[in-house]
């Protein structure tokens, strides 16, 4: 008895159930098996993922809403805020408006920028992250401490305790901050210090700071922990015995941890694609460590950027992101390689 024939779109039906309803291989040909794997670790921080929630909560409400600068370095998630009436601005365009909502991303603003919300009645709708929320307190705490005049008798008893301390200068403690000069997060955090704090871009750097002096340090919180110890090292090394030196560990534990999750993601696989917006800083540091234990990996902004010569020979494929890289970006990357490869393919989300 002859088996009937299922029609074509039936066909197709079934491929596009089994991809979406099924972790199990779907057979596209008789052909080696491809292993595609999305990082888990990866995607927006807990920061991000607020940030959009409020603007997409607003823009749903149909309040019209501009955002301080891109709410996320990524092109692609951008675009799709855009499309649903997300209005983007710098600082100047913001001078201009009044009577307005603007909503500050997770990175944070200087106390210049609440200021002039208020002079031109402008209702904020602040989404910075918490973590960068409590350093900025911290900083401006040190800041104003540091500025703060001693009392007699505080003088007296540190006189006596070391008596070079007395001596100093009130405002002469330098505030340095680890971070990427010019970065939304430090202007923010240089902000709360009157812009009288140094940025210390790299470890080379550190040489400059003033060792007769105190020094207390903070980074940006997205920065590389390694750097940061190092930097503490060299300073405890150069510090004069008369200068106070205070470090304080102010790096996001969630991006912290990525780095050495990533690597051990990147090292799993034949092919690491990395889905990052080129602007993103952090997105920078992470694809670097993918390439060091990797060589094989590629930086990526969508799945349009894929090449399909980086698929040949590989039998596992891994797709990760920084912390502005959206889930969903990951997973049309995913299911552009689906579509397009001509070997068997099983999907899986890394546990």
């Not at 939304?184 to 709360?192: F, I, P, Y």
């Not at 105190?214 to 300073?235: A, V």
Request: a neutral charge.
């Amino acid at each position: 008895m002859a088996r009937r024939r299922l029609p074509l779109h039936r066909i197709c039906s079934i491929c596009i159930l089994s991809l979406f309803s099924s972790r199990q291989p779907i057979r596209l040909r008789q052909n080696s098996m491809l292993k595609i794997e999305i990082d888990n670790g990866s995607g927006f921080c807990f920061g991000v993922t607020t940030a959009i929630k409020k603007a997409e909560e607003e823009l749903a409400a149909g309040s019209q809403l501009y955002c301080l600068g891109d709410i996320v370095h990524n092109g692609m998630e951008c675009e799709r805020l855009r499309q649903m009436g997300l209005i983007t601005i710098n600082h100047e365009q913001m001078r201009q408006l009044h009577h307005v909502k603007v909503l500050l991303r997770a990175h944070g603003e200087p106390p210049e920028t609440y200021e002039l919300a208020k002079r031109n009645d402008i209702e904020i709708i602040d989404a910075t992250c918490p973590v960068v929320l409590q350093l900025q307190r911290r900083i401006k705490r040190q800041y104003e401490q540091s500025l703060a005049p001693t009392s007699s008798t505080q003088e007296e008893k540190t006189s006596d305790e070391n008596p070079s301390i007395s001596s100093k200068p009130k405002g002469t403690a330098q505030i340095v901050i680890f971070g990427k000069p010019g970065h939304a997060e430090v202007l923010g955090l240089v902000g709360q210090t009157a812009n009288r704090a140094i940025v210390v871009a790299h470890f080379e750097d550190v040489s400059k700071l003033d060792f007769t002096r105190d020094i207390y340090l903070y980074s940006q919180t997205t920065k590389n922990l390694g750097e940061f110890h190092r930097i503490i090292e060299y300073i405890q090394q150069h510090i004069s015995p008369s200068a106070t030196f205070m470090s304080f560990d102010t790096i996001c534990r969630q991006v912290a941890n990525r780095m050495p999750n990533i690597c051990n993601f990147a090292a799993r696989h034949d092919l690491v694609l990395f889905v990052c917006g080129h602007k993103s800083s952090n997105g920078k540091v992470l694809f670097g460590e993918c390439r060091r234990v990797n060589s094989n990996s590629y930086q990526i902004e969508s799945a349009a950027e894929i090449d399909a010569k980086w698929l040949k020979g590989v039998k596992t494929i891994g797709i990760c992101g920084a912390t502005s890289t959206p889930k969903w970006l990951m997973e049309e990357c995913r299911d552009y390689i689906i579509a397009h490869s001509n070997i068997d393919t099983n999907t899986s989300d890394d546990e």
